[in-house]
């Protein structure tokens, strides 16, 4: 659970792409991307419709 806060840091406040967050972490473009949408940092949540 430690490393996926981390990337959740990275990508919130950091601002970091999921490419730098992979160089940084030593780990897959696929495995940070499917950690980033599990962690729902895209803040996709909630949506309004007009």
């Given at each position: 659970m430690g490393l996926l806060n981390i990337i959740r840091w990275m990508a919130l406040r950091e601002k970091q792409s999921v490419r730098e967050i992979s160089r940084r972490?030593?780990?897959s473009r696929n495995t940070?991307?499917?950690?980033y949408d599990r962690a729902d940092v895209h803040g996709t949540g909630t949506t309004e419709q007009a």
């Amino acid at each position: 659970m430690g490393l996926l806060n981390i990337i959740r840091w990275m990508a919130l406040r950091e601002k970091q792409s999921v490419r730098e967050i992979s160089r940084r972490a030593g780990l897959s473009r696929n495995t940070i991307a499917r950690w980033y949408d599990r962690a729902d940092v895209h803040g996709t949540g909630t949506t309004e419709q007009a």
